[in-house]
């Protein structure tokens, strides 16, 4: 017998902000993406090419973004019990490769000019009109992690940090660009470039391992679960212990599943209400949390409170 979970509502952390986010990416990256592409083409510089080109990536990782928040907030249906939400980790995985992409990209182009490096033309005027995009991407990188963090989308988080490498690209980029037009030394921007690939490839990769964690059932956080335990514990009584803990964390779902132990004597109508009293307490920690509570007979577990993973 189970503890009623009312895990079939989606969480409310996960608000209609998130996908309001996720939509004003695409416009925003485009934006950003004619600022870059004018900037390369007043120039030439092959490390404002490389900078208009991760923004390509930003365009196609916010379109896969908005697609895959549209699609993890549908509600469980007989072929997906457990809901949509992976779909935003799959979203993250596709925006981590395709970081990695733009940065092979990036260093093919810098390794055919460096063996023949130009000056860039009207550099200040390209550099202007770069840092202005990036100011933008800054400003736009920032909300998505902070709201993106807050409402539990990972899809939201990935892009937030794949524009905060674009912006890292853009600091270095105009950094760089700058110090060749005044010194002379056109190798600078192709070198830059190449710099520019390496910061990127690992961001790609942090991007894809921690979106990975999350498609093979990664658990709560070490210190929440830690919490979860003492919660369980303070408002199980009536009951003769629980036991057998596992969480699951999949975007804005959290899955909570524990055995609890009750005396044989007691009522179908007594265990539910001690499993309606663990669900308040847990849900007022964990919003939104899907629980199974599965109630066994004495004599199935250890007697007392335990908890265990």
Known sequence: MNGNSGGGTRPPRHSRMVERLALYSIPIALVVLALKVLAWRLTGSVALFSDALETIVNVVAATAAYAAVRYSRKPADA????????AEYVSAVLEGVLIVVAALLIAREALAD???????????????????????NAVWAMTLIRLGTKHNSPAVVADGRHLYTDVLTSIGVIVGLALAVTTGWAVLDPLLA????????????????????????????PGDIDELKTIIAD???????????????AGPATFIDFHMVAPRHMSVAEAHAICDRLENAIKAFVPGASIAIHIEPRGEAEHGIRVRL
């Open 79 to 86: 072929g997906h019990h457990f809901g949509h939400y992976k």
């Open 114 to 136: 460096i063996t023949s490096p130009a000056m860039p033309g009207t550099p200040w005027l390209g550099l202007a009109i770069n840092a202005f995009g990036g100011i933008i």
């Open 194 to 221: 190449l710099i520019v690939a390496v910061n990127i490839v690992w961001e790609g990769w942090r991007v894809i391992s921690s979106s990975l964690n999350g498609l093979m059932d990664q658990a709560m956080d």
């Open 235 to 249: 408002h199980a009584e009536g009951s003769l212990g629980v036991h057998d803990l596992k969480t699951r964390v």
